[in-house]
């Protein structure tokens, strides 16, 4: 068994990002997935002590998301690794996007709490205001934060077929 590694197992090698942003890239699925998944149950169940505690997890989730999108962006600015969005000729927009989306998404659904005054978390925490009770729209920004959420499922499905389309393309070529 040899140590050296072929030239094909180093191209694989650099081109698979570090292993940091590979766990935050995965934590942000897990985030997102829970988040829809609990976006819907919640509208389903309606009033309650049920809905009232998924609430709580959702705004907590949500607050969860919008940090580990900054600390993304943050870590990806820091370790410039725009490399990989080269690839494609939509790689870039699409991964641009949902950047936006990941921070608007948020964003929108914490206007929309504070727009209620339903700023309270998990563990007696609680989110500052960032939209005024008084100034009203609550209800609008929160449909728009369902209906962004529902964009952001679209975009993660294109983004996850680009994904198996580099993977097969990748294959394909390294056969």
């Not at 829970?34 to 998924?54: H, N, R």
């Not at 410039?80 to 494609?88: D, E, H, I």
């Not at 005054?117 to 925490?125: E, I, K, M």
């Amino acid at each position: 068994m040899s140590m050296a590694m072929s030239e094909q197992e180093a191209g694989a090698a650099s081109s698979s990002p570090p292993a940091i942003a590979q766990v935050l890239h995965w934590l942000t699925a897990a985030l997102v997935l829970t988040l829809f998944g609990s976006g819907v149950m919640m509208k389903q169940i309606g009033e309650g002590p049920a809905a009232d505690a998924l609430y709580l997890c959702h705004k907590t989730t949500g607050a969860l998301l919008l940090g580990l999108v900054l600390i993304r962006i943050a870590y990806r600015l820091f370790a410039q690794l725009t490399a990989r969005w080269r690839k494609g000729v939509a790689s870039r927009p699409v991964h641009a996007l949902l950047y936006l989306v990941l921070l608007v998404v948020p964003l929108l659904g914490w206007a929309g709490a504070s727009g209620f005054g339903a700023r309270q978390l998990l563990f007696g925490l609680s989110l500052p205001a960032i939209w005024p009770e008084e100034m009203g729209h609550a209800d609008l920004l929160l449909t728009s934060h369902a209906w962004l959420a529902f964009g952001l499922i679209a975009l993660v499905v294109i983004h996850i077929g680009m994904a198996l389309g580099d993977y097969l393309t990748r294959d394909a070529k390294a056969g």
